[in-house]
């Protein structure tokens, strides 16, 4: 996923660094993770994200800004990266990219779409397509320190192939009685499938358990025009709008 800020994070400037390419996992046909290794890195908040800093031969750079994915327990940082069809950064990033590659990187950037186990719950994340990246951060954060706050997950994708993360999520709720994940799926449904069908509407929205009924921390993350869709919805459902933090990406060239 893709997001825009400048690079300081709490009034600290943030200075490049060098990442080094560990692993690549492959998460759909148009996703992957990157496992990467940062001399020096001081670590992050989940929810947080980086800026990448290409370089051609000819000196021609191109920068993106991309959600961290993993939890502030990991010593690998992971990006996972969705190929932009005619982008400049991304299509490298999934296609070109190899173990032991390297490129520049600075972070952690953002402070205000965080949350941490301090913060504790009920927690309410809700996804559009990649927005899962800084959500699963979250995720994995609250799984390696073993917090049972109640917590509901609401993931829109295309089709079944383009659930990022899709059997870490099914392991999450299987093995944690306080985490349900919920898909919908808005183009293919596969034969048999019994889950929800089509955009994210308030009827979905309205289907959260009773455990986050008093006050849950709201965390939405898609593009524009599907954080926009979700926010509103939320506060015609009674949410608090102040309780509600949104980040979203668009068209930046990819």
Known sequence: MTVT????????????QVAE???IVIETPRVKSLLLRVTG????????HVDIRLTAEDGYQAQRSYSIASPPENDLLILTVERVAGGEVSPYLVDELRAGDRFQLRGPVGGYFVWTVATRGPLYLIAGGSGIVPLMAMLRHRERRKLAVPTLLLYSSRSLEDVIYREELNVMAEHDPNLDVVHTLTRNQ?????GHRGRIDKEMLALTPPALANKPHIFVCGSTPFVEHVSNLLV???????????????????
């Open 5 to 16: 800020e400048t690079a300081t994070t709490l009034g600290r400037r943030i200075e490049w």
């Open 21 to 23: 390419v560990n692993e």
């Open 41 to 48: 890195w001081q670590g992050h908040l989940p929810g947080q």
């Open 190 to 194: 596969p034969a048999g499938w019994v």
């Open 236 to 254: 015609e459902l009674g949410h608090d709008a102040l309780a509600i933090k949104t980040e979203r990406f668009g068209p930046t060239g990819g």
